[in-house]
């Protein structure tokens, strides 16, 4: 069967079919804990509220499966670390806690291709029953 693709969707299908192509690992933390002090309003900033990050980083990790040597890998306890870290800096906004997380990942570590981490605040004070709000920055290299 031969497909006839043309004009945009020509570039779509070959967008999908690069991706497909150059999958690769992927390191997820999920459901990083923190209690932290972001937040626009001052009562935020006094209280403070519980927070949840989800991190996962494409990286290659082929050799580090064949080696079984840290020194080959993504070091997760670095990248908890990181975000441990941005997480005690206060902040008005959750979008500039992900972004200084993105930041750091990428410098602290180059092999990284892409990354998305996922910054929620539960129970955020908002006039209403809300689980949580949540900001998602996705970085590429």
Do not use: W
Request: proline share 3%.
């Amino acid at each position: 069967m031969r497909l006839n693709i043309t004009g945009r969707n020509c570039d779509r299908y070959l967008l999908n079919l690069n991706f497909a192509e150059k999958k690769m690992e992927r390191i997820e933390l999920e459901g990083m804990k923190f209690y932290a002090f972001h937040g626009h309003y001052p009562v935020e900033k006094e209280v403070g509220n519980e927070f949840l990050v989800d991190l996962a980083i494409n990286v290659d990790c082929l050799k580090a499966g064949e080696t079984d040597n840290l020194a080959d890998a993504l070091n997760y306890q670095v990248a908890y670390q990181i975000v441990k870290t941005e997480m005690e800096k206060k902040s008005d906004l959750l979008e500039n806690v992900a972004k200084r997380i993105l930041d750091r990942l990428f410098l602290q570590f180059p092999e990284i291709h892409n990354a998305e981490v996922k910054v929620s605040k539960l129970n955020p004070p908002m006039g209403g029953e809300i689980k949580k709000v949540s900001v998602v920055f996705y970085r590429e290299r």
